[in-house]
């Protein structure tokens, strides 16, 4: 199990910006892939930016140029730098990790989410 807790959000006006960051305890070592993710009312849950398997990262392209994921390994803490934030940008954002327990088997670990709302 890995417990994942996000924190940073708030209430920003547009062209503002926040640092979300999403701290993992527990069997981190399980861990191939962490991203970040945002639901906003009445929408689907979207992927934002995340770090794959090999370490490389994938942004939204409504995102990019914008927004920064990075991650401090010796802290097991995932960050989300977020710039020139726009009304669109408000949701709630979640940190998703995913751990690896077997060899054919992999699960998902979701954060509980943390506010974000800019206003316009």
């Known amino acids: 199990q890995v417990q994942l807790v996000e924190s940073g959000g708030g209430l920003v006006q547009a062209g503002g910006s926040l640092r979300l960051s999403c701290a993992a305890s527990?069997?981190?070592?399980?861990?191939?892939?962490m991203g970040w993710y945002r639901q906003a009312p009445g929408k689907q849950r979207e992927l934002v930016a995340t770090?794959?398997?090999?370490?490389?990262?994938t942004y939204a392209d409504s995102v990019k140029g914008r927004f920064t994921i990075s991650r401090d390994i010796t802290k097991n803490t995932m960050y989300l730098q977020m710039n020139s934030l726009k009304a669109e940008d408000t949701a709630v954002y979640y940190c998703?990790?995913?751990?690896?327990?077997?060899?054919?088997?992999?699960?998902?670990?979701w954060g509980q989410g943390t506010q974000v709302t800019v206003s316009s």
């Open positions: 527990g069997r981190t070592f399980q861990i191939n892939a």
């Open positions: 770090f794959t398997s090999g370490g490389s990262t």
């Open positions: 998703k990790a995913t751990l690896v327990v077997s060899i054919e088997a992999s699960v998902d670990s």
